[in-house]
Structures are given as C-alpha cells and as structure tokens.
C-alpha cells in the first residue's frame, strides 16, 4: 500500500505539471464502499470462490476505488489509473508486484486523418460482456457470475474502428491471454479476440465478442474459444431491457477434438420509477459442468441459476446508493453452512458509489 501510495503522489504531481501547458489532460475518480451479509456465515468472510467483487461479508470495505489521469488530442490518447480494494486483491492477486494495482494503462495513435481508426497497447477492460468492475455503470450492484469469470481487464494491443455515423464499432484484439497482464510462463502462444457492436439508435445496443487462445504451458496446452452476444434495449424513458448468452468451449486434452463447455443465459430488467430511483431484478444460469471456470467437485459440476432484485437511489448524477438482494440455487450441494454442504446461498448487500 505504500508503494501504491508514492507511485500515485509521483503519478498526480507530473500529470499536474504537464497540464498546465496541456489542457487536455484530465483527472477523475471512482469510489465505491460496500457492507455485504451471506447468510451461509462462512467463517472466514469470503463470499464463494467464482466472486471477485464485493466478495467480503459481514464486514465495510472498498470493493473499488481509482483515480485516473487520460490524456486526448487529435491524434494521441492515453489513461493511466491505479486502484485498490477487494476487488483488486482477488481479480488480480496472480499479477506479480505493482500490477496488481492498475486498473488501466494505455496509449492509442490514430491511424487515419480521415477515418476513425485507432491502434492503443497497454491494460485495458475487457472486450467481453456488458458488465465492467465499475459498478455504478451497471444496472445492478453484483456481477453475473458469467461477467465474474469472463476478464475484467486485459493486456496486449487493438486496432478499433468506429464508422462515421457512429453505429457500428469493429475492434481487433491480440492478447497476453485470458485476463493476463503477464504471460504464462512456458506459453509461447498469443491469444486474440475481435469485438463488434451496433448501435442503430440511442436506446439499442447488439453486440458480438469472441475470444481464441490458450491454456496451459505449451506441451499441454489446450484450445479456447469464447463467444460472448448481448443486447440492452431502452424500451421507454423508464423501462429497459439487457439480455446476454455466453458459450465456451475448450478441448480437454492436447491434439483431441472432445471439448469441455460453459454456457450461460442472463437477463436483466431495469425500471426508473421516480426521478432519482430505479429497481432492477435478473435472472442468470451458468453451467460449466466440467469447470473450465469454476471447479465444484460434485457429480452434476457447476450448474446454478441466480436471481436477484434491487433499489437504487441516485441524490445527485454522479452518486448512488443501492441495497441488493440475491440467491444462487445450485442443482448439487456447492455450498457451505454450519459445516454443511448447501444447495442454496443467499446475500444482501448495501453499497455508496461515487464518480468524480
């Protein structure tokens, strides 16, 4: 934490400096505190093991806070944040040193004066999915467990270009891997991903990102390919809509064509029925008998279905307040209780988020 801390003072004061002579450099900040309570009581407070954000409970913690400098001209880009909290100590506690701590880093030339076409290298989000680890920008407080164990994050270089109404994005993705800021060591092959998303109008986003790579040293390793489709539809002024599909597949040994698979459906329902309020309620299954993500060592494997429902209360734009009910439902006994293994498991959780 020290270092975290002398690392962002340097950060702060040699941006600040810049900016006097260049403008365009700008700061923000993300917030984010939370009180969660399991019902399953684990011991040990940790929410169960396929969690990484607001995965304490019974206990008030940061799930995530950064501040970010970016800096945009005409042709160059660049962001840099450095973060801490719970989510940084689970989701990235592979990454060795500092690392462990960026929440972004890139920079980006534009490759045309006439298009907009963009090449940025460095740690970025992930190309997949319609969640991210900022939690305000979601429309409810926890993560699908399809968002939990797909990247959050992501290293390497892509080439993205958006056309010239606006409506359609294309981005080329060569990777480190799967959520990895450093390669594996002994895994000399490159990963990648291709992400397309149209927007026709400003209440409809489609969207298609797969991903290919993979996993384990070279002399084992094992092929993976993920495919990620969603759509968020703002129905009214006060109702919308967002519904996903994830699909994965990846061989169970070297050079065979048996595949392991994951599969995962989810819907969400938002509502604003007041100014400054809005409830939102989700359905999700995630299946991944064989765990490719998420290992239960029980005889069906990981085969559970989420519900959840909750309040949000926005006091001003840029700030809200949420309380947010949730139970997975597993068909076999995941879960721990009193010394017992459990097929359900049930939280609340309360958070204040702040963008600034």
């Known amino acids: 934490m020290k270092k ?16 006097q002579d260049q403008p365009k450099v700008k700061f923000s900040g993300y917030l ?3 009180y969660g309570y399991d019902f399953n009581k684990p011991s040990d407070h940790n929410r169960p093991g396929f969690i990484y954000s607001h995965n304490r409970t019974n206990e008030v913690n940061l799930n995530l806070g950064f501040v970010k400098a970016a800096y ?11 973060m801490a909290g719970t989510y940084a100590n689970a989701n990235l506690s592979a990454e060795p040193g500092v690392l462990k701590n960026i929440f972004e880093a890139n920079a980006g030339v534009k490759l045309s004066k006439s298009e907009n076409l963009w090449i940025d290298a460095g740690i970025f989000s992930s190309h997949i999915g ?18 939990e164990n797909t990247p959050y994050y992501e290293s390497g270089a892509k080439i993205t270009y958006v056309t010239k109404d606006g409506k359609l994005t294309a981005t080329l993705l060569y990777l480190n891997g799967w959520q990895k800021i450093t390669r594996i060591d002994g895994n000399n092959k490159p990963a990648g991903g291709m992400q397309l998303t149209w927007k026709p109008t400003d209440k409809i986003t489609v969207n298609y990102s797969n991903y290919l790579g993979t996993e384990g040293v070279d002399s084992v390793r094992v092929n993976r390919f993920y495919h990620n489709i969603y759509g968020v539809f703002q129905v009214t002024e006060k109702f919308g809509l967002t519904m996903g599909f994830d699909y994965g597949t990846q061989q169970k040994v070297k ?3 048996d595949k392991n698979e994951v ?17 939102a309620g989700r359905f999700e299954y995630y299946e991944d008998k064989n765990g490719i993500f998420i290992s239960s060592g029980t005889p069906n494997g990981f085969k559970t279905k989420g519900y959840s429902l909750n309040v949000d209360y926005a006091p001003i734009p840029n700030a809200v307040i949420r309380l947010e009910g949730k139970t997975y439902d597993s068909k076999d006994k995941i879960f721990a209780r009193a010394n017992n293994s459990v097929n359900a498991n049930t939280t609340l959780t309360t958070s204040i988020a702040i963008a600034f």
């Not at 975290?4 to 900016?19: N, R, V």
């Not at 945009?72 to 450095?82: K, M, Q, T, W």
């Not at 319609?130 to 968002?147: G, H, P, Q």
């Open 4 to 19: 975290l801390f002398i690392f962002s003072t340097i950060l702060t004061a040699t941006l600040s400096a810049f900016a």
């Open 32 to 34: 984010e505190t939370y």
């Open 72 to 82: 945009e001209s005409g042709s160059i880009r660049a962001n840099l944040a450095v």
């Open 130 to 147: 319609f969640e991210s680890a900022i939690s305000k920008d979601c429309w409810v407080l926890t993560r699908n467990i399809s968002s």
């Open 255 to 257: 050079g065979s064509s």
């Open 263 to 279: 599969l995962s459906p989810v819907a969400i329902a938002q509502y604003k029925f007041a100014p400054k309020w809005a409830v």
